[in-house]
C-alpha cells in the first residue's frame, strides 16, 4: 500500500479517498459468465471461464476534481477513467472513450454504470480491507435479460520494509 493510501480512512467516506485506495498493484482473480443463450457450447461448460493476472492502478490528480485512475493489466497500455464531482466519469484509452456514471454509496462501495449500445454495464467495487478488493460486474440488455457477468477478487501487492 502507497503511504498516502495507509493514511486514508477506512472504509473510504468520499470519492476522492476510494480512488486514492485504488492505488496499487494488485494480484487479480476473475470470474467471467457467459448468461445468454448463447451460453451453452457443445461441452456445457463454455459459459463459465476463469484467469489470473496482475493490474496496475495508478491516482491521476486532477485539477479541482476527486481524479481519476490510471488502470490496466501489467505490460499493456492502462485506460484512464476521470471523475468528476457530480457523479459523471469518462473511461478512455485504446481509441475509444466512452461517458457513465458514479455513486458512492454508504457502505463505501463505488458503483459505475456504463450504457454501451443496447445494453448497460453496473459495476460495483468495494473493499474488505484495505488490501482487498472486490469487483462485479454485470450486462442488462435492453430487454431486461442479463448478459455477461464478472466476478473479481483483487489482493494488494505490499513489499516488506527493507
Known amino acids: 500500500m502507497t503511504d498516502s493510501a495507509a493514511s486514508l480512512a477506512f472504509p473510504p467516506d468520499s470519492i476522492e479517498a476510494f480512488l486514492r485506495l485504488c492505488e496499487g498493484e494488485w494480484m487479480n482473480l476473475r470470474s467471467q459468465f ?3 443463450d448463447k ?3 457443445e461441452n456445457g461448460d463454455e459459459w463459465h ?3 489470473r493476472g496482475e493490474l496496475v492502478v495508478t491516482y491521476l490528480a ?3 476534481g476527486p481524479g481519476g485512475l490510471s488502470v490496466g493489466p501489467k505490460g499493456t497500455p492502462p485506460r484512464q477513467l476521470l471523475f468528476a464531482g457530480g457523479g459523471s466519469f469518462r473511461s478512455q484509452g485504446g481509441g475509444s472513450s466512452t461517458e457513465g456514471s458514479w455513486q458512492l454509496w454508504p457502505d463505501g462501495s463505488l458503483e459505475l454504470v ?3 449500445g443496447d445494453a448497460e454495464v453496473r459495476e460495483r467495487i468495494w473493499f474488505t480491507k484495505p488490501n482487498l478488493r472486490l ?3 454485470v450486462e442488462h440488455r435492453a430487454d431486461g435479460s ?3 457477468a464478472s466476478f473479481n477478487s483483487e489482493i494488494r501487492r505490499v513489499s516488506k520494509p527493507a
Open 34 to 36: 457467459d448468461l445468454g
Open 39 to 41: 451460453a451453452d457450447g
Open 114 to 116: 456504463l450504457s454501451q
Open 49 to 51: 471461464t476463469s484467469e
Open 135 to 137: 469487483r462485479s460486474t
Open 146 to 148: 442479463p448478459g455477461r
Open 62 to 64: 486532477e485539477g479541482d
